[in-house]
């Protein structure tokens, strides 16, 4: 039961890791996009 516990905390742990990486990498992204409009707008005006 506790080797089982351990690793489904590890296998949780990675995913919440990789879950929080990728919101990462995805607000980058929009912030990213955000800019890049923001400067179009200002080109455009």
Do not use: H
Not at 9 to 36: H, K, P, Y
């Amino acid at each position: 039961m506790i080797p089982f516990l351990s690793e489904f905390l590890g296998l949780a742990a990675a995913a919440l890791a990789l879950g929080g990486s990728m919101a990462l990498v995805q607000n980058r992204r929009v912030c990213a996009t955000q800019n890049s409009d923001v400067t179009r707008d200002k080109g455009r005006r």
